[in-house]
């Protein structure tokens, strides 16, 4: 069974810094992309930023310039490095990940969220 768990969320001032993680474990034969997503009261679902196998990645408009993500395809693991944060960037911030299990069964993953709240 593969899994995502997402951790590094809290309450931070404006301007002030975060670092997510997110973790893949189980069963796994290979990851494809690996992305962060986040959800602010009564909106939906964005995609922040993600990054391919590879390294190549892209991001939301609102993010570039302040956030990156990178990940360490051993540990199996995704960041996302939050620089100058707002008031908007407040939400629950989501893994994603499209994942090959050890059974080559192909899937797309989600972790449970962390919150992330940027208030003075």
């Known amino acids: 069974q593969v899994q995502l768990v997402e951790s590094g969320g809290g309450l931070v001032q404006p301007g002030e810094s975060l670092r997510l993680s997110c973790a893949a474990s189980?069963?796994?034969?290979?990851?494809?992309?690996m992305g962060w997503y986040r959800q602010a009261p009564g909106k939906e679902r964005e995609l922040v930023a993600r990054?391919?196998?590879?390294?190549?990645?892209n991001y939301a408009d609102s993010v570039k310039g302040r956030f990156t993500i990178s990940r360490d395809n051993a540990k199996n693991t995704v960041y996302l490095q939050m620089n100058s944060l707002k008031p908007e960037d407040t939400a629950v911030y989501y893994c994603?990940?499209?994942?090959?299990?050890?059974?080559?069964?192909?899937?797309?993953?989600w972790g449970k969220g962390t919150l992330v709240t940027v208030s003075s």
């Open positions: 994603n990940a499209y994942i090959y299990s050890g059974d080559r069964h192909y899937g797309n993953y």
């Open positions: 189980g069963s796994i034969f290979s990851i494809n992309v």
């Open positions: 990054i391919s196998s590879g390294g190549n990645t």
